[in-house]
């Protein structure tokens, strides 16, 4: 992937944040972060991001209202979510909103290879990666 591609990382614990954002730029991808929903949209409003990778449950504003908003405004840019409560029905939740995909915590990298090539697959066929 090329480096000019970027991506929107929000989780409001840091270390997930970090892991995270080390292995999307191992992957080529530029990437933003942010801590929480709020603090994800004014920056989804700013920015054109390539996807974004959102945690559930977070502060402030959830995950699925989070989700909620970016299909609203931009339904063009995919999503994967994530989340540590596995089993609560959010994974199915945040799917049947529009997410890719919505991976369990902790995330392994053959996990995120898969959903990027969920999202590059549908990014070359000229449709939304979520249906």
Same mark, same amino acid.
């Given at each position: 992937?090329?480096a000019?591609?970027?991506?929107?990382?929000?989780?409001?614990? %840091?270390? *997930?944040?970090? /892991?995270?954002?080390?292995?999307?730029?191992?992957?080529g991808?530029a990437? =933003? $972060?942010?801590?929480? #929903?709020v603090?994800?949209?004014l920056?989804?409003?700013?920015t054109?991001?390539?996807?974004?990778?959102?945690?559930?449950?977070?502060?402030?504003?959830?995950?699925a209202?989070?989700?909620?908003?970016?299909?609203?405004?931009k %339904?063009? *840019?995919?999503? /994967?979510?994530?989340?540590g409560h596995v089993?609560?029905?959010e994974?199915? =939740? $945040?799917?049947?909103? #529009?997410?890719?995909?919505c991976?369990?915590?902790?995330?392994?990298?053959?996990?995120?290879?898969?959903?990027?090539?969920?999202?590059t697959?549908?990014?070359?066929?000229?449709?939304?990666?979520?249906?």
């Amino acid at each position: 992937m090329a480096a000019e591609s970027l991506v929107l990382a929000v989780d409001d614990e %840091p270390a *997930v944040l970090n /892991v995270l954002e080390r292995i999307l730029q191992r992957e080529g991808y530029a990437v =933003e $972060t942010a801590v929480n #929903g709020v603090d994800a949209m004014l920056r989804f409003i700013e920015t054109d991001y390539t996807f974004v990778m959102l945690d559930i449950a977070m502060p402030r504003m959830d995950g699925a209202d989070t989700l909620r908003l970016m299909k609203k405004l931009k %339904p063009e *840019v995919p999503v /994967v979510t994530f989340t540590g409560h596995v089993g609560r029905g959010e994974m199915t =939740e $945040t799917v049947r909103l #529009g997410a890719v995909t919505c991976l369990p915590k902790p995330i392994t990298i053959d996990q995120l290879r898969s959903a990027l090539d969920m999202i590059t697959v549908e990014a070359q066929r000229g449709t939304p990666a979520a249906g």
